[in-house]
C-alpha cells in the first residue's frame, strides 16, 4: 500500500510562489505515473497536473498553465508542484496522488491533503 505524505502549504500574497512536496513510501515509486488535484471550498475536487513516470510527460489544467510546473525525484520518491504567480482563485486544499496504469489521472491513493491561502 502506497503511502503519500504532502507538504509545504501556507499563506501567501497574491503575486507569490510556493512548493508544494509529497513523498511517497511503499510501492515502487518510479513505476507509476503521479498526479496533483485541488480541491476549494465548496467545489468538487479537480485535477491540477500529472507527470509520468519518467518525467517524460507533464500535463497540466488550463487554469495553471504556464504558472505551474510538476517534477519528481524518484530517487527521492517525492512529486513536487512550483507554483507561481499565484492568485486567490488558487486557494484550495492540494492533494498528491498516485495514478492508475493506463487510466485518465484516476487516482488509488491519495495524501492527505496541504492548505494552500492566497491573500489578495
Known amino acids: 500500500q502506497v503511502q503519500l505524505v504532502e507538504s509545504g502549504g501556507g499563506l501567501v500574497q497574491a503575486g507569490g510562489s510556493l512548493r508544494l512536496s509529497c513523498a511517497a513510501s511503499?510501492?515502487?515509486?518510479?513505476?507509476?505515473?503521479m498526479a496533483w488535484f485541488r480541491q476549494a471550498p465548496g467545489k468538487e475536487r479537480e485535477f491540477v497536473a500529472a507527470i509520468s513516470r519518467r518525467s517524460i510527460r507533464t500535463t497540466y489544467a488550463d487554469s495553471v498553465k504556464g504558472r505551474f510546473t510538476i517534477s519528481r525525484d524518484n530517487a527521492k520518491s517525492t512529486v513536487y508542484l512550483q507554483m507561481n504567480s499565484l492568485s486567490a482563485e488558487d486557494t484550495a486544499l492540494y492533494y498528491c496522488?498516485?495514478?492508475?496504469?493506463?487510466?485518465?489521472?484516476?487516482?488509488?491513493?491519495w495524501g492527505q491533503g496541504t492548505q494552500v491561502t492566497v491573500s489578495s
Open positions: 496522488g498516485k495514478v492508475i496504469p493506463d487510466s485518465d489521472y484516476a487516482i488509488d491513493y
Open positions: 511503499r510501492g515502487t515509486f518510479s513505476g507509476y505515473a
